[in-house]
């Protein structure tokens, strides 16, 4: 193992310049990954190890640029214009970014990455796994309609690639401390086809619910 070089402060230089407006924007920034559903293209495919209880395996991890945001969580506002609350707390929903909202929107999160990891074959791996795998490199279109393998070559190929996103919360409780945690991530199905997200709102199913930003209570 190389080891680790050291310094002290008077040996390095990295100074720079900075004005109000980088931090005022440093006051604004949100980290954690947006919920909703997005257009995003592919923009790195790295191998990576993952170790289980049971065994490891490698996996790809996907980073993917935010090119549009078609819904995305947003407060629930009532018919009056005011955010509904509950207990104190916004209440929030997904929903459609309407005209009004578009440019806004854009501007927080067109650009931004969202990370997910896709765990490769592995003799010892649930069902549940391998399917997963499957239904990702198929809306990632690296494997065509009838393939009868899916090579490891053909994971390199993501980058470039378009695919619709949708993340969600993920919720759970701490085994030791019992403290309530959450992150969002790339739901299980999370993965679409650009077509389709096209041809749905090109030809919306009747009755279904629109999403509209309006509560009423």
């Known amino acids: 193992m190389t080891e680790e070089a050291t310094y002290t402060w008077d040996t390095i230089d990295v100074d720079e310049s900075i004005t109000n407006e980088d931090l005022a924007k440093a006051d604004n920034i949100d980290v954690q990954t947006p919920v909703g559903k997005f257009l995003c293209t592919i923009v790195e495919s790295n191998p990576i190890e993952k170790n289980f209880n049971k065994y490891s395996c490698m996996a790809t991890k996907l980073k993917m640029r ?17 955010p509904v609350k ?33 765990n490769l074959f592995n003799p010892k791996e649930k069902e549940a796994m391998k399917n997963r795998r499957l239904f990702v490199a198929k809306r ?45 991530r790339v739901g299980w199905s999370g993965y679409d086809f650009p077509e389709n997200q096209v041809q749905q709102q090109s030809n919306p199913t009747p009755g279904a619910d629109q999403d509209q930003d309006e509560f009423d209570i």
């Open 66 to 82: 935010i090119d549009e945001i078609i819904k995305i969580e947003q407060p629930i506002i009532d018919k009056n214009g005011q």
């Open 140 to 184: 990632l279109g690296i494997i065509p309609p009838g393939a009868t393998s899916l090579t490891t070559s053909m994971w390199a190929q993501a980058p470039g690639k378009q695919v619709v996103l949708t993340t969600e919360w993920n919720i759970w409780k701490d085994k030791i401390t019992e403290e309530k945690k959450s992150n969002v």
């Open 86 to 118: 509950r207990e104190g707390e916004v209440l929030q929903k997904v929903q459609v970014v309407t005209p009004d909202k578009a440019e806004g929107i854009k501007g927080l999160y067109a650009g931004r990455f969202i990370f997910d990891e896709v």
